[in-house]
């Protein structure tokens, strides 16, 4: 009686394989959709006020900053969709050999490292721009562009939301790419 119940429980490796392929695509669909919103909304966030009679303005392009956040996302949305295409092709056969989860895993952790980066430097001047430095002269902006600082807000929080996406991602495939054998 228990092995019935044991048959009827067990779940086939093919079965638990595409399962296993079709959150990997999902994952990495999700990464490129959050990245590529995140490089509509920075490339499209700019304001201009008046002040005192002076027309002052603010764009992502006048910080080298958000440029490089942007094309950091850029980069990271193609490569995602590159990625998912790629990862349809060699996980197709069922015995698939573990170097492709590391190869895959090399990929993650590069695009893992440059939205980090990307993330980590909007995040230093987004802050500079909402609270200011008081140390430096540097005035706080976002309470004259709050428009700007907001969209510039959704940007950074949608390129986190995929840095922990490809983080997730470079621990699986990680994870599966232990199985190789060295020898």
Known sequence: MASKETALTEIPPIV?????VEAHIWVRFLAAVSTL???CIILTAKQ???LFGVAFYAKYSYSSVFKFFAIANLIACGSSVVSMFIAL???RKVPHPPTNYFYMFLHDLVVMALLMGGCAAATAIGYVGRYGNSHTGWMPICDHFAKFCSRVTISVTLSYLSFFLYLALSIVSANKSRQIIVE
């Open 16 to 20: 638990k394989h595409a399962h296993a």
């Open 37 to 39: 919103a995140a490089s």
């Open 48 to 50: 201009s006020i008046n």
């Open 89 to 91: 092709i060699p996980w």
